[in-house]
RNA sequence: GGAAGGGUGGCCGAGUGGCUUAAGGCGCUCGCUUGGAAAGCGUGUGUACCGAAAGGUACCGUGGGUUCAAAUCCCACCCCUUCCGCCA
């Protein structure tokens, strides 16, 4: 959500900033009216109920003298329906306003190129070498197959399409990828291991920006008021919602890991061999909460942090800033880390670090005391993934492939395994 | 699932519909005191919104209702605790 004061005295930059990304900017001619409208509505009503509150006191007076006080009684009678109406005109105007606001994307930040979808995404920097194959390498799903350490036909069978069951050496390399990527953000990254439910309330999921637009991605309970999440940005993030954080405890870092749910809804066709695209997949997600004049620095050590985890594997990636037109709904900033998938020649997402402002801390209410005696202000949340699980067992399995058709563990891994 | 009891400022904890501007205590702030501290005394101590300011308004789990007036009365819901039942 966006500051609405800063909305109100710098309209043409928000629309700047949406038209940017791509995004409408009626929403905000739409504030800009029903604020005006709410403001006026909501300073009579004041005054109002501050005659109320000086009549309830010269009543209470005269009850006490056991004077007569029908007259005053009579007049406050009116004034009270009169009260009672415009509130309920205040309050559909707040409905608007606060349906308004949650649908409003964050604006890029200045350093974000403008363009309007992933071809206009910039490489910043490119890292580790492209093994040169004396053969032709398979797709991780076919090595899978072979090693009898991926079975996507008897997923098929328990769940349907987009779920895979790990077997044997399969399981057990998930399992040491994500002890692997906990220890190292937990040891040497500084982070602080937190587990959570991974069913969350729709609160926990308008805090962070899934809802109410996106509930179509999500996988929803028939008979509870639960969501299954689809990234620990979700529980993790909502921690601290609705707190006042000490000043001294930012920046709050925690690394999770989670199985995360996506619906994949309107990416039919897309993805549908090997475990790139599931219904279900682990994540080892980073979260952290900081003071916002020290975000954008923090978000460039979350990048380093995920990119560690592909230079301990070895596995070549490259770092490309989005555009405009490619952030997500919350964020202000994001680097996406794409790995190397040699069956394919081509770069794939294994990771997004995201500067989401004080956006999602603005929906959630976290904030921070900048000094004592001072007013609370909203922290800056940033996450990213560290990483994503699948899609690194995967490049695991393409880029240490051997020409028997066996695989080689990844130094790191061996002591997990 | 059944029964009972509870949700009040950072914490504990009062609160017969109107001198409630939420008592009192703890904690914390600043000051007095002191060689320094403790004790003691005094002072201050929530959040949000509107407003240039003065000031005003709202908030006692949530949402409705009654009333001139609700933390207080009524209704519904949510959550917590304890006990019973069932179950890993």
Redesign the pocket.
Known sequence: MLD??FIRSNPDVVMTGLSNRGAEIAPVENFLSVDEEW?KL??R???L??R??D???K??GL??KKEDASVI?SE??G??DEIKSLEDEQ?NFEHQIEEIMLSIPNIPHVSVPNGKNCRDNLQVRMWGEKRKFDFTPLPHDELGKKLDILDFDRAAKISGSRFVVYKGLGAALERALISFMLDLHIKENGYTEVMTPAMVLPESMRGTGQLPKFEEELFRCRDDELYLIPTAEVPVTNLHREE?LPKESLPIKYAAWTPCFRREAGSYGKDVKGIIRQHQFNKVELVKFVEPEKSYDELEKLTADAELVLKKLNLPYRVMQLCAGDLGFSAAKTYDIEVWFPSENQYREISSCSNFESFQARRAGI?YRPAKDA??EFVHTLNGSGLAVGRCFAAILENYQTKEGKLEIPEVLRRYL
């Open positions: 609405p004061k403001r909501t300073t009503l004041d005054q109920k501050a109320r509150n009549a309830s006191v009543i209470a009850k006490q009684l406050m009678k004034l009270s309050k006042i904030r007013k609370p």
